[in-house]
């Protein structure tokens, strides 16, 4: 496969260290004298034909950025048939020989249709919510953590000063790893996660018990999409009669100049998405295995499994 211009989109939310993808994929492109597209808004700009040119110029400062320069958005219309022909004519018209996307499973999916129809795809593992099973780690999450454990310790200080209890919902989608992972980091009184079921018998006696040790503030770190935290801060104060407030920290776990490892492992993974295409290897989805990037098929990834980390979350339980 002679490969001589290559594209290159990031697609559904957005995360820290893409913006280290295509400042990887444009320096490593241009060492072996490739031209570099950037598809603007991930697959809406495929179809509209909203694509620039990118030089060294263009990304020499945003491997510190946040976000993404290319801009994001989900698209409905790709899922169609007719969107789908028009995002492989735009790859057509503007002679695009490979497509590096950058996103999670369902941004993969969009590239594995594309690649049947004939344009060479390398997806790269970017979101917040660590929840694509073929790798260990997904760009964002890293950042996303940092700047939650950032927030629920300001939370803290206030929710001791008057003897509160904070109930904090955090990102993660249909994952716990950021629940998991802020919830140890934090020393939470509880961690709610979809990944185990929730008795709210146990939070509460947890609590009750802690009281009884002395204890006179807490922190309950949960999941989103799992309940209500503003219910559930009303019927911690109900049952335990500690005054409870309820937080949810949202988009801003999404922003923010990435951490050295979001940083790297964008590099890296920018750096194989190139070589893959290089070497005529299509239809592969790049990963973290062990500190060591690999590849694999995009619908083999896909069909994986994710283990969720029970030994953390057995270490959790030690500190309720």
């Known amino acids: 496969m002679n490969i001589k211009r290559i594209g290159i989109l990031t697609s559904g939310g957005d995360a820290p260290g893409m913006n280290a993808v295509i ?8 060492e072996h004298n490739l031209e570099v597209l950037g598809v603007y808004r991930g697959y809406n700009g495929l179809i509209n034909g909203n694509l620039k040119p990118l030089n060294l110029d263009d990304v ?25 022909q028009r995002a492989v004519k735009t ?26 129809e004939g344009i060479p795809c390398i997806g790269i593992p970017g979101t917040i919510d660590n929840d694509i099973a073929c790798t260990e780690y997904t760009l964002g999450f890293g950042t996303a953590v940092n700047t939650a454990i950032e927030m629920v310790d300001k939370l803290s200080d206030t ?35 979809p990944e185990v079921e929730f008795d709210k018998k146990d939070l509460f006696l947890k609590m009750e018990k802690a009281m009884k040790n002395g204890k006179k503030h807490f922190i309950v770190v949960v999941a989103e999409g799992l309940m209500d935290v503003f219910e559930l801060a009303k019927e911690i104060e109900k049952t335990t009669g ?4 309820a937080t949810v920290l949202g988009h801003v776990q999404r922003g923010g100049s990435p951490i050295a490892k979001d940083r790297i492992a964008g590099v890296q993974f920018g750096q194989r998405a190139v070589e893959l295409l290089l070497a005529g290897k299509v239809k592969r989805v790049v990963g973290l295995k062990s500190e060591k990037i690999v590849d ?13 980390p029970k030994d953390l979350y057995d270490v959790a339980k030690k500190m309720f």
Do not use: P, W
């Open 23 to 30: 400042y990887s994929v444009v320096k490593n492109a241009f």
């Open 242 to 245: 500690v005054e409870s407030r």
């Open 296 to 308: 694999y098929d995009i619908l083999e990834g896909l069909a994986l499994d994710s283990k969720f």
């Open 91 to 116: 790859c057509k018209d503007n002679k695009i020989d490979g497509l590096i996307v950058v996103g999670g499973d369902g941004s993969f999916k969009g590239a594995n249709n594309l690649s049947k």
């Open 60 to 84: 020499k400062d945003i491997i510190k950025r946040g976000g993404t320069i290319l801009y994001s958005a989900r698209c409905k219309e790709f899922q169609t048939g007719e969107g789908l």
């Open 159 to 193: 929710m001791m000063s008057h003897d509160r209890c904070s109930v904090v919902e955090v990102m993660g989608r249909r994952s716990g790893y950021i629940a998991l992972e802020v919830g140890v980091s934090v020393a939470a009184s509880y961690i709610v996660l």
